[in-house]
């Protein structure tokens, strides 16, 4: 069902994309997935990178976009308005080596619309286009963006900017079938990613809402090339694995799993991050993988990652006894809501 895809000579194999999430997909993050579903990521792509950062040398965004060999196909996602700025990022990522550059046309974050950046840039489609005829002429490596369905239900342009973007060099574009006003709420509109998927000829791929193998058959349909998955990663990191060879949840109820996930993780984390800074990111993964397991709660409640790792190895040894009742948050659902927190930031 999952077919490769190519964007000049890269393949993409299988069709299936780590999504770019910010302060989700780092390195170590990207890592962990492609260690847990090996050949069932067919790329993956940063989080997004600042271009005023970059061009103003900042050392901290710098590192965002540092990667592993075996990452590869590996994708460099940068977002920004300034069109001298974003041909420069754009440069910059292919010396650093990456594979291919992406431009952010979908984040709703007020503080990255209010700059002139992500969605805002498809309320600017002759703006976007100088930015796209600067940084093509500037590279040689494959050019994408991703977008979204457009900026409010009375300015839907997706398609109109698609057509722009593939006519000025564009190599694949990814969309996000929502609003910028949606946010994360409501369904993602799978009709119109097969539309656009229909009217160009470079790969088309989609993005929202892909949980699981049957979202994902029912999404990649006519002549979609692959599916972007996001925060599904989140909740269960073999979901690429799960979705290509049509396996059930690994994960569900298996917590000696979801310990082995945990310290590897820890491992990656403490690889390329300061521990002071390792815990809040431990805890994203955790908070969202972690469903179901009784020391879920009071795994939560530590901060430091020292704090995290010695717990969960008292949980591994036995040693660990829940205190008071037992809560057994096996039914909780992952839901949206700290997505919309996310994009109101
Ligand atoms: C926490 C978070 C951070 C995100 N950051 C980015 C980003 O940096 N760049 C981007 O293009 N999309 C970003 N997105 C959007 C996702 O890539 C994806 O398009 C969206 O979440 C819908 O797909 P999903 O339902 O598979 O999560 C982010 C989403 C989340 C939840």
Redesign the pocket.
Known sequence: MIKPYRIRAIEVNPGLVL???????TRPFRRLVKELNPGAVGLV?S??VSVEGMTRGSQRTMEMMRFSEEERPYCV?I?GYDIARMRDAAMMVQDFGADLV?I?C??PAPKVVKRGGGCELMRQPDHLKEIIREVRKSISIPLTI?IRAGWDEDSRNAIEVAKMAEGEGVEAL?I?G?TRSQL?RGN?DWDLVQEVAEILSIPVLG?????CRATAEARLKGKVAGL??????MWNPFIFSEILHNQPSRLTGNFDLMLDVLFRYIELLKEDFQESSCGGKFKQLASQMCRGALWRKQLLTLNSIREHEEFLKRVRDGSWRPKGALVDDANETPT?D??DQ??AS
Request: contains cysteine.
């Open positions: 999504s770019p999430m910010s302060g989700v997909t792509v989080e997004f996602q977002f992406d952010n979908g984040c991703k990814a996000h929502r994360y993602a993005s929202g809402d892909v949980v972007f998955i996001g925060r599904a990663s949206i700290s997505c996310f994009a």
